[in-house]
């Protein structure tokens, strides 16, 4: 560990000690104290959000699904520059009357969801469909299903923007 190394001068009338410190001790306690920590420490787990999808049918069986009817869903259609723009209509009937805009403050998104699901001719069927566009970011995706689930509607759809839809949307932000 240390070690006292005494010195006499040829004069004999003084004599020195050196002190040697030997460190090997002290960087083996280091290592351990590294390994103790590393080992201890909680590491931040990593945020998730679950998005539940249904499970892939390799054999479907032909079903009757209901179509859903314009009036039985209301389409967000999520844009550039935080905008969010939602409709209740077909390609015929899609205009820039229709194409209403709205944003995420409050719980507007919500009361939208909940008054459309009011309206719904058949409420069991209501489904909800967000189309992101190419210049649509990822917050605005997560902000969209946090208002969702503030609405408490589960049946929700992603899909692509229509060209039909494209047009409109250009319409209104240039």
């Known amino acids: 560990m240390a070690e006292v190394i005494a010195q006499e001068k040829q004069g004999g009338k003084q004599k ?3 002190i040697r410190v030997d460190m090997t001790p002290m960087v083996d ?3 351990l104290l590294i390994t103790f920590f590393m080992f201890t420490t909680n590491f931040t787990k990593p945020n998730v959000m679950d998005l ?3 499970a892939k049918d390799h054999n479907p069986i032909p079903r009757n699904i209901p179509v859903i009817g314009d009036k039985n869903q209301v389409t967000f259609i999520l844009g550039k520059d935080n905008r969010v723009f939602y409709h209740q209509s077909n390609a015929n009937d899609l205009n820039t009357d229709n ?3 709205t944003d995420f ?6 009361k ?3 008054e459309a699901y009011k309206k719904a001719p058949v409420p069991e069927n209501f489904t909800v469909i967000i189309k ?3 210049e649509a970011n990822y917050k605005n995706f997560v902000d969209m299903l946090d208002n969702l689930a503030i609405a408490k509607k589960e049946r929700y759809g992603v899909a692509d923007i229509k060209p039909w839809e494209t ?3 250009k319409e209104l932000t240039q």
């Open 29 to 31: 306690l280091g290592f």
């Open 52 to 54: 539940g999808l249904p």
């Open 132 to 134: 992101p566009t190419d």
């Open 16 to 18: 020195k000690k050196m």
């Open 112 to 114: 939208i969801i909940n």
């Open 105 to 110: 403050s409050g719980i507007k998104v919500s």
């Open 99 to 101: 194409l209403k805009e």
């Open 167 to 169: 047009k409109v949307y």
